[in-house]
């Protein structure tokens, strides 16, 4: 069992940056984490992944603005998010993809873009 606690969400202009904590129980036998989003009336999209390497891909969207980071020893991915724009309006979720195939996912924290 793998517990993931975000942080980081809130209200920011268009424009704007901030970014967000995703903190694992344990980085053991995790293969890669990762960030999705929820915005309301649609279906849950990936934003960004990490693996080890590091491997990293990001949604089409979010490339140039977003950044992704793994902090090993910490348990911790972090998303860094810049150029904010109305449409990155959503509930951010953290993923954590075990060795097993399973995933785990955090509550989610909710990102909101307006002016």
């Known amino acids: 069992q793998v517990q993931l606690v975000e942080s980081g969400g809130g209200l920011v202009q268009p424009g704007g940056s901030l970014r967000l904590s995703c903190v694992a129980s344990?980085?053991?036998?995790?293969?890669?984490m990762g960030w999705y989003r929820q915005a309301p009336g649609n279906q849950r999209e990936l934003v960004a992944r990490?693996?080890?390497?590091?491997?990293?891909m990001y949604a089409d969207s979010v490339k140039g603005r977003f950044n992704i980071s793994r902090h090993r020893t910490r348990n911790t991915v972090y998303l860094q998010m810049n150029d904010l724009k109305p449409d990155d309006t959503a509930v951010y979720y953290c993923?954590?993809?075990?060795?097993?195939?399973?995933?785990?996912w955090g509550q989610g924290t909710q990102v909101t873009v307006s002016s």
């Open positions: 344990t980085s053991n036998n995790i293969a890669a």
């Open positions: 993923i954590a993809h075990h060795h097993s195939g399973y995933a785990y």
């Open positions: 990490i693996r080890d390497g590091p491997n990293i």
